[in-house]
């Protein structure tokens, strides 16, 4: 039975962000404790509101699915593991799973795509290989017809399908190629055109309908031609109805110049080449004095091949540069028109799935600019903000920090930012800069006037430009202005400001100082008169961006706490929540952070926290809450508490992948503190502790963890997490997993609080029941209660839980207990009557009413309950015991033997059964039955000790077979050392056999073990007069 009230407690509140913004998510550790002793149909219930809850926790999936794979249900595997697919989940445990599971299931096409994307991760994998060996060949459906159509994708198909590897890709681009018309050194229009192979219909759905992302700011899409070829080489025309061209959202895109085109192909077969050509015509003016565009090779999926051309008038000066290309393209010129052509077949790919890099930083590539250099580019820009900033109209701006030019540009700062379109109710209107604006810079307005005022108060600075669209960078060798669509501004060191400011305005959260946490360690472009400069945005430092926590938690003696929480949120983490809570108005921005403070704290009301901060458009957020909980620490009915500690939070905080091809990078890099405090009732102290101190530092990270008590029954614990690095090399990330393993591991720990000798364990109890009303603090404080023979008060608990629990037999069983011991017989039978209505498990209540009965000496009721018992329950030796008992009683051994005969047949594999028939035939002097049942009982147990030692003292006793006696009996001491009726019967065997120092030997054993018991001493009286006997 168990002895403590367990209310478990886990310190794990909140780890708020994934990757660097991670929302808390239930420790994978505690939800493997929690579900390991539940059956698989429980697990695989449990763990589906687990994956409701957490979408995106990879383990989740792993764990359920490999609970339906347990119990064989394989169509559950599938379906789980594409939930996981869906999300962008995949790895190779879930893939081997999903590929057997469909070959369980028969679907060979689908594992045989499964399978193909495995090989296309690691085409050496030895799984498998494995797998695709328990398939039948036959069953796959496979397509080798060539499409007669145009004679490009025709050769582009065949060659493909030459390839061995052909089959393991769902789909392919045969071809992916852009071609830029170039009309002079500002103006181009362009072509994307496409063929895609189907080659198995695994992922038909994704490409049904098909996208294609262009600025609709520069260009239209005046042509759209798009057809689908069959297998059979049959062409179909897709309608211009099943063609739609849609905005972006701005804020996902950089801008609100994307658009896109969308091609519903349908649901094709597999062999089907789905094709299509865009002709995209410049529509406006170019305002940059130039162009740039830039083509990469690689790609996130199989391309067989890829081209790229362009075609300019000779006069027109362009610039190519290209990155990690190998070889020449094809050139030709006619008429003073110049055409470049680089193809490239099967160009690299990039499984990037759960990587932080783009693509655009891996890939080879090739651009062309119209550009003379990033000098005339910025010279423009430069221009442009200037210019721009002198047309806005300034209101209400009184500058009171003028000496102080630190303090000035913050004040400028929150003016603009108090001011900024970007908020509800605008104070100001911002004159759109029509040219900057057309070459999609977001949020130039807002810089060009930040410029503008910090001029007026001979503050030098720049416009430094970023790209935030697939965060392509600049290189210095050659100018791409076009890649640019957002700016922030930089100030330089010079007279009053001594250290080099990046001040961004692109949100209106960014608090001073800071730069969204996107655009740090990017490379951007300071646009100056002159000498412009490629620089890149600091990260910036962890100290800024900071979430702190602190507790102080007060506990009483029965576990139940009060909690006060601070929770300061600074930096990008308070730039992320304002994002969140932008669209709220000030009620549901306090019910945000309630409902995420409630996860932690069920108890927790509206009342109970505040938020500050929110009036301010950016900077520090704080919580503050006071209440109440109920489940921190363990509750043992001894009054002990304890408190188990885990930091797997940590890990979440962290939040990198175990492995990695690439640099893994975070989006920015900070530090989260967190001090718990806990206080316990006067005369609690620790009174065991296993905590550990840890410093632990490299250069990515810093850790620093102390605890220590205050006095004995107050102690404390905090923590530092300290991110000093943004990119962590690949090489380096299995070390810092075994880091952050060192630090979770070393501090998981355990505090024991115990009360002093003082505790009231009555009020103790009283304040448990009244509390928690749970049936196992009523049952351990009944038991308690009659342990100390406290029976008034006894009753009146008893008589509470049934009001509680009247379902409940055990606590009629308990009263019933309570008028056995007041010598209340037939108060005790009842409550036992009504105990045995309210449950099926009737026998302990049984046994309680034998021992009423045999209290009473009712031996009318008696018998029959244990005949009819023993009928009931045969296998159950405290009936069987009882019944022998009372036959005992009235010297009824025939009855007894009649009993036994009947048991070992009913369960003839029962050693005891035969054991205690021999014993019984013993004593009718039966000695050939005797013999036969003990001989029984040892053949199905050999090791049955006490039918070891009767057939020992049987043959002894009739001086038989004495030398196999002694062994009997030798084994039987050995089997149990400390039974003295087993050193008396070896004892025996040896007098009997003539050897009376080995009788003495062991009587003296058997003496030791029970030294005041007469018969003993009588026998070595026997045996050394004996002795006496043979020296006269």
């Known amino acids: 039975m168990r002895k403590g009230l367990i209310i478990t407690c886990m310190f794990c509140f909140y780890s708020l962000f994934s990757n660097t913004i991670n929302f808390y998510e239930i420790n994978i550790k505690k939800i493997e404790s929690m579900i390991e002793a539940k059956s698989p149909l429980e697990k695989i219930l449990l763990l589906e509101n687990f994956i409701i809850n957490q979408p995106d926790n990879p383990e989740l999936y792993r764990l359920k699915s490999s609970a339906e794979m347990y119990v064989r249900d394989y169509k559950g595997v599938i379906k789980t593991i594409k939930q996981a697919m869906n999300r962008g989940i995949e790895d190779l445990d879930l893939l081997y799973k999903i590929s057997l599971s469909y070959i369980y299931n028969g679907n060979y096409n689908e594992a045989h795509n499964i399978i193909s994307k495995i090989f296309s991760l690691n085409e050496n994998d030895a799984t498998a290989s494995f797998l ?31 390839n061995p590897d052909h089959s393991i890709f769902p789909f392919v681009y045969l071809y992916q190629g852009k071609s830029l018309l170039i009309k002079d050194h500002k103006k181009y229009d362009y072509t994307m055109t496409a063929a895609i192979r189907i080659n198995s219909d695994t992922h038909i ?16 899409p005046a042509n759209i031609d798009a057809k689908i070829i069959q297998a059979d080489g049959a062409s179909t025309a897709v309608s211009k109805e099943l063609i739609d061209i849609e905005p972006l959202n701005a804020n996902d895109y950089g801008g609100n110049n994307f658009k896109s085109i969308k091609i519903n192909f349908g649901n094709q077969t597999e062999g089907t080449v789905l094709c299509y050509s865009i002709y995209f015509k410049m529509i406006k003016e170019n305002a940059l004095p130039g162009f740039s565009d830039t083509f990469y090779t690689g790609s996130q999926m199989k391309t067989f091949k890829k081209e790229y051309s362009f075609i300019y008038p000779a006069t027109t000066p362009l610039q190519i540069h290209t990155n990690g290309i190998n070889g020449l393209p094809e050139k030709k010129e006619e008429s003073n028109v110049i055409t470049q052509t680089y193809s490239f077949i099967n160009p690299p790919i990039y499984f990037l799935t759960g990587e932080s890099i783009s693509i655009f930083a891996l890939s080879p590539s090739i651009t062309v600019s119209t550009f003379e250099n ?76 930040f410029i503008k005022l910090l001029d007026l108060n001979d503050i030098i600075s720049f416009p430094m430009l970023i790209s935030t669209y697939g965060n392509e960078q600049p290189v210095r060798d050659i100018a791409t202005p076009f890649i640019f669509n957002t700016s922030i501004v930089n100030i330089p060191v010079q007279n009053g400001i001594d250290k080099e400011l990046f001040i961004d305005l692109s949100t209106q959260f960014i608090p001073f100082g800071n730069v969204h946490y996107l655009y740090q360690g990017l490379n951007g472009f300071i646009a100056k008169k002159e000498k412009s400069v490629i620089a890149k ?17 007060k506990i009483n003696r029965i576990g139940k706490a009060t909690v006060s929480l601070r929770q300061e949120i600074a930096g990008s983490f308070s730039e992320y929540f304002r994002e969140q809570i932008s669209s709220l108005d000030t009620n549901k921005q306090k019910a945000f952070f309630y409902d995420m403070q409630k996860e932690a704290f069920p108890e927790l009301t509206s009342d109970q926290l505040s938020v500050s901060g929110l009036e301010k458009q950016s900077g520090s957020i704080t919580i503050d809450l006071n209440t109440t909980s109920s489940n921190l620490t363990e509750i043992h009915y001894d009054g002990k508490q304890i408190i188990n500690f885990s930091l797997g939070e940590v890990k979440e905080w962290v939040s990198i992948p175990e ?75 299995p070390v810092i997993n075994a880091y952050i393993n060192y630090i979770t591991q070393s501090l998981n720990f355990t505090l024991t609080l115990e009360p002093g000798n003082d505790i009231d364990f009555e009020l103790f109890f009283d304040q448990l029941i009244d509390e928690y009303k749970e049936d196992a603090v009523y049952k351990n404080y009944i038991t308690r209660l009659l342990s100390e023979k406290r029976l008034e008060k006894a009753i009146l608990v008893i008589q509470k839980g049934m009001e509680l629990f009247p379902q409940d037999s055990y606590y009629n069983t308990l009263l019933s207990l309570v008028y056995l011991d007041t010598n209340e017989l037939d108060k005790a039978e009842k409550e036992l009557f009504i105990a045995l209505d309210k449950t099926e498990e009737q026998l302990t209540i049984y046994k309680f009413l034998i021992d009423i009965y045999k209290k009473s000496g009712n031996d009318e009721k008696l018998k029959p309950l244990l005949l009819d018992l023993s009928e009931k329950y045969p296998e159950d030796p405290a009936v ?118 080995n009788a003495i030997v062991n009587i003296d054993k058997a003496i030791l073990l029970k030294p005041d018991f007469q018969y003993l001493i009588d026998q070595k009286a026997r045996f050394e007069n004996a002795v006496k006997k043979e020296n006269q």
């Not at 718990?676 to 005369?683: A, H, L, R, S």
């Not at 002097?925 to 147990?941: D, G, T």
Request: overall charge negative; proline content about 3%; aromatic content about 12%.
């Open 537 to 553: 945005i600091p990260v910036i430092d962890g100290s800024i961006n900071k979430m702190t926590e602190n507790f102080l938690i």
């Open 374 to 449: 990033w000098e005339s580019a910025g010279n423009w820009y430069h221009n442009q903000f200037k210019k721009s900033g002198q047309e806005t109209h300034i209101e209400n701006l009184h500058l009171t920090n003028k000496k102080n030019k630190n303090a000035l540009v913050e004040q400028i700062f929150n003016y603009i930012q108090n001011q900024t379109k970007h908020t509800k109710e605008k104070k100001i209107k911002f004159p759109e800069p029509i040219t900057i604006n057309s070459m999609r810079i977001n949020n130039s307005s807002e810089v060009a006037l």
């Open 205 to 220: 759905d994704e490409l049904s309908s098909y996208e294609l992302i262009f600025d609709s700011l520069l260009f239209t």
């Open 132 to 162: 695709l060996s328990l398939m039948d060949k036959n069953k796959i459906v496979t397509n080798n017809h060539i499409i007669p159509t145009y004679p490009d994708i025709k050769k582009l198909e065949t060659d493909f399908l030459s």
């Open 659 to 733: 492995s990695s091809r690439y640099t893994y990078r975070k989006n920015f890099i900070y530090s989260y503190k967190k001090r718990i405090e806990c206080i316990f009732p006067e005369g609690y102290s620790i009174t065991t502790q296993n905590l550990t101190n840890i410093e632990k530092n490299n250069k990515y990270m810093n850790f620093n963890f102390h605890a220590d008590k205050i006095e004995n029954n107050h102690f404390y614990l905090e923590y530092e997490l300290t991110l000093n690095k943004n990119e962590i090399e690949a090489e380096d990330i």
């Open 880 to 997: 069987i015991t009882e019944m022998i008992e009372f036959y005992k009683k009235t010297d009824n051994s025939q009855a007894i033997i009649e009993l036994l005969e009947k048991l070992t047949r009913l369960l003839p594999e029962n050693t005891d059964y035969f054991s205690d028939l021999g014993y019984f035939y013993s004593l009718v002097k039966n000695i050939e039955k005797a013999e036969e049942n003990l001989l029984k009982a040892l053949k199905i147990n050999p090791d049955n000790k006490y039918a070891l030692n009767n057939i020992a003292w049987l043959y002894a006793e009739n001086n038989k077979n004495l030398p196999i006696a002694i062994e009997y009996a030798l084994k039987a001491t050995m089997l149990e050392s400390d039974n003295y009726n087993f050193f008396d019967t070896l004892a025996e065997c040896y007098f009997k056999s003539g050897d009376i120092e």
